[in-house]
T-cell receptor
């Protein structure tokens, strides 16, 4: 049974710093892994999707990596801004189309 | 904006009642998934519909049921509501022909069961 864990649960960093959010999964037989952003009380916004055959994806200041052998993915945010404050969720999709989410990392960027 | 809408935005029900939540996907999105997100938790997969048929289900009892319609809308029905059903309910759609690509989420319906 797939389990997805995100560490840390919460993170506060000063504006301008680079930061890394971690996601680990127990079953490496995933089809893809997706990172989302969720603002308080809102739905999810897709940030990056990495297929199982890929190692990383980049969009603007965001870079996500995937290492299936170690069951890990990281989301790197460069030059953080106050608008980046949100909860970041990772989700692992299995080959039978089940998606398992982590509990998220609550990120607070200090102005 | 993802192009996925949900209604209502908020809902209050009492224990034992039934509720229907609605989702409208983008045109061409033939796959829709429903999730339950309790406060402080990640979304939990309820089920998925592809071309109007259920093709995947998480660990939710049969009182959670769904429908998907040809016009890219869908419903989540919950019978015999329990207090623990209080949560944010999210639907997500993905592109026609595959269920394996990026999911686009709606803003959610927040359900409170008293």
């Amino acid at each position: 049974k797939q389990e997805v864990t995100q560490i840390p649960a919460a993170l506060s960093v000063p504006e301008g710093e680079n930061l890394v959010l971690n996601c680990s999964f127990t079953d490496s037989a995933i089809y893809n892994l997706q990172w989302f952003r969720q603002d308080p009380g809102k739905g999810l916004t897709s940030l990056l999707l990495i297929q199982s055959s890929q190692r990383e994806q980049t969009s603007g200041r965001l870079n996500a990596s995937l290492d299936k052998s170690s069951g890990r993915s990281t989301l790197y945010i460069a030059a953080s801004q106050p608008g980046d404050s949100a909860t970041y969720l990772c989700a692992a999709r299995s080959w039978d189309d089940k998606i398992i989410f982590g509990k998220g990392t609550r990120l607070h960027i200090l102005p | 904006e993802t192009g996925v809408t949900q209604s209502p935005t908020h809902l209050i029900k009492t224990r034992g009642q039934q509720v229907t939540l609605r989702c409208s996907s983008q045109s061409g999105h033939n796959t829709v998934s429903w999730y339950q997100q309790a406060l402080g938790q990640g979304p939990q997969f309820i089920f998925q519909y592809y071309r109007e048929e259920e093709n995947g289900r998480g660990n939710f009892p049969p009182r959670f049921s769904g429908l998907q319609f040809p016009n890219y809308s869908s419903e989540l029905n919950v019978n015999a509501l329990e207090l623990d059903d209080s949560a944010l309910y999210l639907c997500a759609s993905s592109l026609e022909g595959t269920s394996r690509e990026t999911q686009y989420f709606g803003p959610g319906t927040r359900l409170l069961v008293l």
